[in-house]
């Protein structure tokens, strides 16, 4: 008896994933919980959560539960390998970004461009909440300027926090900065002078692009794939050919290729640049947006001697607009702050006291708890429409974790000219191009997850498929 109940308590779950009532990445219901609800023993749930599993229907994730697998026969197949020439450029794609910026902030434009979170996940009324206590706690003497490294209590908890990505940070050793924009900007000016050159994930954030365009250095684009990031063998055989200063990766979750370095290839890429005397600047600003059981290590997990200056931000978890990142800069910690005071002095007290409160309360990861499942959802719903409207040939990146994904088109679709089009429909993506010193990947677009799925978004990936088809 009890093994026809199992196959008829399988069959029910599967009919509840068939129906959409449980989604992909959906956690389903604890052994107990089902075992309580529908009156079987906790032998019988499980003989059916393992009969599903072997279905490939639901998956088991280690101290966390079981959750719905996500269908790879419904996603499209993943972007080939980036092969830019290993050979440095002066990059020039500052007035088409500007163009497109000023195209994301009009409101009656779809935000399908800029890797920036929906409005509607934010934890807007709980922040205002903590910053109206903020300002009616605050003295005298925090309305001057702040300690330039940053408030204390903020480091303080960014240090804890490191805790959970096996780091073990010090509150004297990071620097808060104005979002993760001026801690990268710190961090290459702190490494390396105009003319000297950077290597880069190819694609790359165009955001990195333009600062090394505005300091006069050089980028230097080393090929990347869409799981495990940079090839440690192509940035080996550059670091031979060309002098460089610095390497800039995004280690977790890569904007745009949502790539996500294993654990190993992270240790490598520390040792090989330590062994060069090459600086590491690593950007960790979507680690905290994982869709997997456990948070990925950072690089700085590896750095020794200090070579690792390692920088994140608030900007895509809380607010955009607190502009709250830091550093921690290793052996660059005195350049950094001389910098940081010689630019903006120091960060406001009001956002960094807010953030603070935010993450010792206990809210910060509450709210980690639902963007998460969340961005999982809506980044598995934008594949799968990907999928079903685009033309035939397009390929998509399967991200871990983060809000974006990099999608190629066959050879013959400009993404530029995808660009005007879109535009007259008030739909905004980013073209492939604008990720590449060497206006690489004509063929691809970046679209952003960041906002809950609903009609009209799922109409304006009808739209785009239909004018990519034209």
């Given at each position: ?62 101290q ?15 972007p ?13 794609s ?70 959970n990505?096996?780091?073990?940070l ?64 192509a ?22 290729l ?100 935010m ?24 594949m ?45 993506i ?31 990936l009808i ?8």
């Amino acid at each position: 008896m009890d093994n026809f109940l199992y196959q008829q308590l399988a069959d029910k779950v599967s009919g509840w994933i068939e129906q959409r009532t449980l989604l992909p990445g959906e956690k389903i219901p604890s052994v107990r919980t089902l075992s309580q609800r529908e009156n079987v023993s906790l032998g019988t749930v499980l003989q059916a959560y393992i009969l599903l599993e072997n279905r490939g229907i639901i998956e088991a994730r280690p101290q966390s539960g079981y959750y719905v697998r996500l269908q790879t026969r419904e996603l499209p197949p993943e972007p080939s390998i980036s092969r830019p020439s290993i050979s440095a450029s002066i990059v020039g794609s500052a007035e088409v970004i500007a163009r497109i910026h000023e195209a994301n902030a009009q409101p009656d434009v779809i935000p399908l461009g800029g890797a920036v979170p929906g409005p509607e996940l934010l934890p807007t009324h709980r922040l205002n909440r903590i910053m109206a206590s903020v300002a009616r706690h605050t003295t005298g003497q925090q309305h001057l300027y702040a300690d330039r490294q940053g408030v204390g209590i903020l480091r303080h908890q960014i240090a804890r926090r490191s805790v959970n990505w096996g780091g073990a940070l010090r509150p004297d050793e990071i620097v808060i900065t104005n979002g993760g924009t001026e801690a990268i900007y710190l961090c290459l000016c702190a490494v390396a002078e105009m003319g000297d050159t950077i290597a880069v994930e190819s694609p790359t954030y165009y955001g990195f692009l333009q600062m090394i365009e505005a300091l006069g250095m050089k980028a230097l684009e080393i090929p990347s794939d869409s799981r495990d990031g940079m090839d440690l063998t192509a940035l080996k055989n550059a670091l031979h050919k060309n002098q460089v200063k610095a390497c800039l990766v995004i280690s977790n979750f890569n904007n745009p290729l949502g790539s996500c370095m294993p654990i190993s290839r992270k240790k490598q890429l520390v040792e090989l640049l330590e062994k060069n005397k090459v600086a590491l600047i690593e950007d960790d600003i979507y680690g905290d947006l994982y869709f997997t059981a456990e948070r990925p290590e950072v690089c700085k997990n590896f750095d020794k001697y200090g070579n690792v200056l390692l920088c994140s931000s608030f900007s895509k978890v809380l607010s955009p607009s607190y502009r709250v990142g830091w550093v921690a800069p290793g052996q660059y910690l005195n350049q950094i702050k001389k910098l940081k005071f010689t630019t903006t002095s120091s960060s406001p007290f009001p956002t960094q006291a807010t953030i603070a409160e935010m993450l010792k309360s206990g809210g910060y990861d509450r709210h980690l708890r639902r963007i998460r499942k969340a961005y999982s959802l809506q980044v598995h719903n934008m594949m799968q429409a990907i999928r079903k409207y685009f033309p035939e040939g397009t390929r998509c990146t399967r991200p871990r974790g983060g809000f974006v994904l990099w999608v190629e088109f066959p050879s013959t679709i400009d993404s530029m000219e995808l660009h005007r089009r879109a535009m007259k429909e008030k739909i905004s993506i980013v073209p492939g191009p604008l990720f590449s010193a060497r206006g690489r990947y004509k063929n691809f677009i970046r679209l952003n997850c960041s906002h809950p799925w609903s009609d009209k978004i799922e109409q304006a990936l009808i739209m785009l498929g239909k004018l990519a088809a034209r």
